[in-house]
């Protein structure tokens, strides 16, 4: 269901992308853009300002885990679903991550890619990129009943 252009466009951003950089810059997005999401992150301690988000060591570490994830998204295109089953199911079960965030956490991804690539990214590119992460959400969310 993916076309040669989707699957090059799709891996040539995430070859640009930096997975140290840019899982901070993510995820303080997230938690100032939509504050409630903080409650997910008791343990994290001071989560208040972008500065102490930016710092925080566990954001950092936990962005590098969440986008070393997607880069199974990436390489397995074709069966998103069952590459995340297992893990759509620990957040649903275990951690239970509110499936709305996972929505508002590829905006996050998408808006930081686009920061970093500038005109590098063209339209047509993101909008590739947005039915890509589109489609991860989707294999995040399915294991929720
Ligand atoms: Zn998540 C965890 C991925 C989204 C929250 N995550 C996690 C992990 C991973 C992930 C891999 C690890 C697991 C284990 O341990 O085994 N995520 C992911 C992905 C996504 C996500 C891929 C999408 C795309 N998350 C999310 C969201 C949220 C979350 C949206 C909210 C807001 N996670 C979370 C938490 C956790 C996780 C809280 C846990 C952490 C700790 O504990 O450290």
């Keep these: ?9 799709v891996k ?4 640009k992308i ?10 303080a997005r997230v938690l ?3 504050p409630w999401t903080e409650r997910y ?11 102490a ?10 962005g ?11 390489n397995n295109m074709d069966n998103m679903k069952r590459t995340y089953a297992d893990l759509s199911r620990l957040h649903f079960q275990k951690l239970e991550v509110d499936p709305d965030s996972f929505r508002l956490l590829a905006d996050c991804i998408t808006i930081t890619i686009a920061c ?3 005109s590098a990214l063209s339209p047509q590119s993101q909008a590739i990129w947005q039915k890509f992460i589109y489609a991860v959400v989707d294999a995040m969310s399915s294991q929720y009943r």
């Design 116 to 118: 970093k690539l500038k």
């Design 53 to 62: 988000i930016l710092k925080n060591v566990k954001v950092a570490a936990h």
């Design 18 to 27: 930096d997975i140290d950089e840019i899982g901070s810059q993510i995820w």
């Design 32 to 34: 100032i853009v939509y």
């Design 41 to 51: 992150f008791g343990s994290f301690g001071d989560l208040f300002t972008i500065t």
């Design 64 to 74: 590098r885990m969440v986008l070393k994830a997607l880069d199974k998204a990436v």
């Design 1 to 9: 269901k993916w076309t040669e252009l989707e699957r090059s466009t």
């Design 12 to 15: 040539a951003i995430w070859e």
